[in-house]
């Protein structure tokens, strides 16, 4: 069911039975051929193939747009909330939820900036929830971490992983919203750096944090492969992240 289309009295007697689902997303550059809504599209619309789904066990909310996306702000078109201040509006929209009767609540996430924030938001919930019982189940993942097995074993993709403005967005958007997409300047960065150590794409051994912004990884604002994306590619990678996404708020309604 959908959030926002309730009433109040409907949210307090349907939160407790309902797995409460916010997508989290950004607004920010995806290069020169995706729009500045990408991240949000697609956890918009993986949120509402969810809910489809499961109409009887998930209780949708509104996409929420704005992003962590400080290091994307060299670049035009980034609408960022900084991280500290990220991290408290999800502390407090959880506690809304927790108020609202909500006893599993799942963070939808879009965008790779929202990880740290979102894994800093649920620590401090999890300290201010210690001693509730029943203790409220707050869980949060980016949609391509929960799904990698299976894409992993998909193997139709040409790239190893999820970038950014790379083959899988852009095929995503190809899917969803393909007047938006301008193939004809997609191209992206391998951004590879000389070391055993640290790969920014991941393709291969990323064994240490390090501090870099998104400029110095590319000079258009892309990465990976997005030339190689097509909307049959997109289509295929809609199905397999709803089915995994499924999965598990079958499993999360189940956790005592």
Same mark, same amino acid.
């Given at each position: 069911?959908?959030?926002?289309?309730?009433?109040?009295?409907?949210?307090?007697?349907?939160?407790?039975?309902?797995?409460?689902?916010?997508?989290?997303?950004?607004?920010?550059?995806?290069g020169?051929?995706? +729009?500045?809504?990408?991240?949000?599209?697609?956890?918009?619309?993986?949120?509402r193939?969810?809910?489809?789904?499961r109409?009887?066990?998930?209780?949708?909310?509104?996409?929420?747009?704005?992003?962590?996306?400080?290091?994307?702000?060299?670049?035009?078109?980034?609408?960022?909330?900084?991280?500290?201040?990220?991290?408290?509006?999800?502390?407090?929209?959880?506690?809304?939820l927790?108020?609202?009767?909500?006893?599993?609540?799942?963070?939808?996430?879009?965008?790779?900036?929202?990880?740290?924030?979102?894994?800093?938001?649920?620590?401090?919930?999890?300290?201010?929830?210690?001693?509730?019982?029943?203790?409220?189940?707050?869980?949060?993942?980016?949609?391509?971490?929960?799904?990698?097995?299976?894409l992993?074993?998909?193997?139709?993709?040409?790239?190893?992983?999820?970038?950014?403005?790379?083959?899988?967005?852009?095929?995503?958007?190809?899917?969803?919203?393909?007047?938006?997409?301008?193939?004809?300047?997609?191209?992206?960065?391998?951004?590879?750096?000389?070391?055993?150590?640290?790969?920014?794409?991941?393709?291969? +051994?990323?064994?240490?944090?390090v501090?870099?912004?998104?400029?110095?990884?590319?000079?258009?604002?892309?990465?990976?492969?997005?030339?190689?994306?097509?909307?049959?590619?997109?289509?295929?990678?809609?199905?397999?992240?709803?089915?995994?996404?499924?999965?598990?708020?079958?499993?999360?309604?189940?956790?005592?």
């Open positions: 069911m959908l959030f926002a289309e309730l009433t109040s009295p409907e949210i307090g007697r349907l939160a407790p039975g309902r797995v409460a689902v916010l997508p989290i997303a950004a607004v920010e550059q995806h020169a051929h995706l +729009p500045v809504e990408t991240d949000s599209a697609i956890a918009a619309e993986l949120g193939r969810v809910e489809a789904a109409p009887d066990r998930v209780l949708l909310l509104p996409v929420l747009w704005a992003g962590s996306s400080h290091h994307h702000l060299k670049f035009p078109g980034t609408l960022s909330i900084s991280s500290e201040t990220y991290t408290r509006v999800l502390v407090d929209l959880v506690e809304s927790i108020a609202s009767g909500c006893r599993r609540i799942f963070l939808l996430n879009g965008h790779g900036g929202n990880q740290t924030p979102f894994c800093e938001a649920l620590y401090r919930v999890a300290l201010a929830r210690r001693d509730d019982r029943p203790r409220p189940w707050v869980a949060a993942q980016n949609y391509w971490s929960l799904a990698a097995p299976q992993a074993a998909a193997g139709f993709m040409e790239s190893p992983r999820l970038t950014h403005a790379c083959e899988y967005e852009t095929s995503l958007l190809l899917a969803l919203k393909p007047d938006t997409v301008n193939m004809d300047l997609a191209r992206g960065e391998r951004a590879a750096r000389e070391s055993r150590y640290y790969d920014p794409l991941e393709y291969g +051994p990323c064994l240490v944090h501090c870099e912004t998104f400029e110095a990884m590319t000079a258009h604002g892309a990465l990976g492969s997005p030339e190689k994306a097509t909307a049959a590619k997109g289509a295929r990678l809609f199905d397999l992240i709803t089915d995994s996404l499924v999965d598990f708020i079958d499993d999360f309604a189940a956790w005592e």
